[in-house]
């Protein structure tokens, strides 16, 4: 059976997002997803208002979608919102047993992985479970710097990093397209730790695809 890869989240203080502005979170999300299928074909579904499940074809690839699902959240938050938008995300790495109709119908290795680790989930924002312990293990700590760097991240250095990792924009080109100059661009990339989380996301993407092979 074929490795694949679940995200498996939810949206962090759903409960104090206004009421006005949950259609406006769940456009967000739904064109993040869609704009992210460049990577790996996948499908989503939401499922009990604030939480969603992903089903991404290439493993490899799920770090990446999940870190740019949280900088795209986070990058569209409404300036009168309560707080940042953000969400919880667990991916399971595994096999697939089941293809339901839905994503949500579906079952297997990866679902259960990506499940449990959501269940476990206390402070941190992003895990991931693959069926290698000796992945698990190596991944642990930089999991953890990623989790902890992506939380960090205000509006302004989520909204830099996504146009840079997630559309692809040269510095230039983000420049004009948030009215800012490319020294300044610069300067937001290197304090959000942007080059970190690329050479992190890399190193992921060569390991799951390894072990995938073997």
């Not at 059976?1 to 999300?29: C, N, P, W, Y």
């Not at 009990?48 to 499940?53: A, L, V």
């Not at 476990?120 to 698990?136: D, G």
Request: charged share 25%; aromatic share 6%.
């Amino acid at each position: 059976m074929e490795i694949k890869a679940v995200i498996t989240g939810d949206i962090v203080h759903s409960e104090q997002i206004e009421l006005d502005k949950r259609d406006l979170l769940i456009q967000v999300l739904q064109e993040t997803v869609d704009g992210l299928k460049s990577r790996s074909p996948m499908s989503m579904e939401l499922f009990r208002g604030d939480s969603f499940q992903i089903l991404v074809e290439k493993p490899e690839m799920s770090l990446e979608v999940a870190s740019m699902i949280r900088a795209g959240l986070k990058s569209n938050t409404p300036a009168d919102s309560f707080g940042v938008w953000d969400a919880r995300i667990s991916i399971g790495i595994g096999t697939i047993d089941y293809r339901g109709d839905r994503v949500v119908t579906s079952d297997g290795e990866a679902f259960k992985l990506s499940g449990r680790g959501l269940d476990a989930m206390e402070k941190s924002r992003l895990v991931v479970r693959t069926c290698w312990q000796e992945v698990n293990e190596e991944l642990d700590a930089g999991l953890a710097f990623v989790d902890d760097l992506i939380t960090g991240w205000s509006v302004n250095q989520a909204k830099t990093i996504f146009l840079s990792v997630g559309k692809g924009l040269s510095q230039a080109n983000i420049a004009n397209s948030i009215a800012k100059s490319q020294q300044n661009v610069s300067k937001t990339l290197a304090s959000a730790k942007e080059s970190l989380l690329v050479r992190f996301s890399t190193r992921f993407e060569t390991i799951i695809k390894k072990h995938k092979e073997q």
